[in-house]
């Protein structure tokens, strides 16, 4: 239920996003609070959640979304909520530095804009971190 309702709720932010998400590269400084740069963005989108509520104008009241390498894009945050409210993990832990995941995906990413097969091979027991 949670998966559908989670999914469903995204549609709709998808559709009512605003603009910036798209065309900023940068963050937004009039509501960038550094001590809050990493959650401030996905603990408030998780209050819209909560309410269901995707209206635009609520999109757009949300603080800045700040990544070392994204520079505030807010897709790639609500990407990482999303995959992380599915599979019942903090979306901090779904694509970050200490991600056990991201090199992977990475490769798989890159193999498959170039039209590449990928073949995965390991030793001993598969990390459960690695959800096949």
């Known amino acids: 239920m949670q998966?559908?309702?989670a999914l469903k709720y995204i549609e709709k932010v998808l559709k009512n996003m605003p603009m910036d998400w798209l065309n900023l590269t940068t963050h937004r400084l009039d509501i960038y609070d550094e001590n809050a740069a990493k959650t401030a963005f996905l603990d408030q989108f998780e209050v819209l959640f909560q309410q269901y509520n995707s209206e635009i104008t609520a999109l757009k009241k949300l603080p800045t979304a700040y990544d070392y390498i994204r520079l505030g894009h807010p897709l790639s945050c609500v990407l990482e909520w999303t995959i992380g409210n599915i599979n019942g993990v903090n979306s901090e832990n779904v694509i970050s530095f200490s991600s056990k995941t991201m090199p992977?995906?990475?490769?798989?990413?890159?193999?498959?804009?170039?039209?590449?097969?990928?073949?995965?091979?390991?030793?001993?027991?598969?990390?459960i971190f690695f959800d096949v």
């Open 3 to 5: 998966d559908t309702k």
């Open 104 to 127: 992977i995906l990475a490769i798989l990413r890159k193999n498959l804009i170039e039209n590449k097969n990928t073949q995965i091979l390991y030793t001993g027991e598969l990390s």
